[in-house]
């Protein structure tokens, strides 16, 4: 357990649903990074959060949003989603100070 | 655009020798690259860090090393054993402490 926690760890849906993914950091981080992961582009940078606040985004579609929670708990929201959106989800979370990224388990997210 | 490149989709090596991976970058200037391990199905696990700065790194078997120069990372696994087959990923970051990550080598150590 690497102290990330990620919620759900799979999760199936239909073409043009939304879906909720969560996540909680580590005890004491206050950063939150989410990434997708599919098998064709590798580990994509989605968005940052810190201490409640979004403080940098990559390559984020419209149809996601993300925020984070004065618990520090995080938030990706996905709508409309496609056939394409199909991946693992991962968040990470970063010590105050550290560099090295935690990561958690991730969410396995399928649309049929 | 930013680019980073690790040669060798796959590797496969033996048992007790030294694998070596490398990362190239482009078009960027990191103040920090790190190393991940990564299982199937399974979050990205931290390794090792090193500053632009700083030339090589140890931690147990593994070194990397950081030629700013050539934009170049190596990674070592010195004997190597079958539980260090994975995926391993190159990650860059400037200041902001973002990643960019690399498509990652998947090494694989034959007993």
């Known amino acids: 357990d690497s102290g990330v926690t990620q919620t759900p760890k799979h999760l199936i849906t239909a073409t043009g649903q939304r879906v909720t993914l969560r996540c909680s950091p580590r005890s004491g981080d206050l950063s939150v990074y989410w990434y997708q992961q599919s098998l064709d582009q590798g580990l994509q940078f989605l968005i940052q959060y810190y201490n409640g606040e979004e403080r940098a985004k990559g390559n984020i579609l419209e149809r996601f949003s993300a925020q984070q929670f004065p618990d520090l708990h995080s938030e990706l929201n996905l709508s409309s989603l496609e056939l394409g959106d199909s991946a693992l989800y991962f968040c990470?979370?970063?010590?105050?100070?550290?560099?090295?990224?935690?990561f958690g388990s991730g969410t396995r997210l399928t649309v049929v | 655009s930013q680019k980073i490149e690790q040669n060798s989709e796959a590797l496969n090596i033996q048992e007790g020798k030294t694998a070596t991976l490398t990362c190239n970058y482009t078009?960027?200037?990191?103040?920090?690259l790190q190393w991940y391990r990564q299982d199937p199905g399974r979050g990205p696990v931290f390794l090792l860090l090193i500053r632009e700065n700083e030339k090589e790194k140890r931690k147990e078997r593994l070194k990397v090393t950081f030629d700013t120069t050539l934009k170049q990372s190596l990674f070592h696994i010195t004997a190597s054993q079958p539980a260090d087959s994975a995926t391993y990923l190159c990650a860059v970051s400037g200041s902001a402490r973002q990643l960019t990550f690399g498509s990652g080598t998947q090494l694989t150590v034959l007993p």
């Open positions: 990470a979370s970063v010590a105050p100070y550290g560099y090295g990224y935690t």
């Open positions: 078009n960027y200037s990191p103040a920090y």
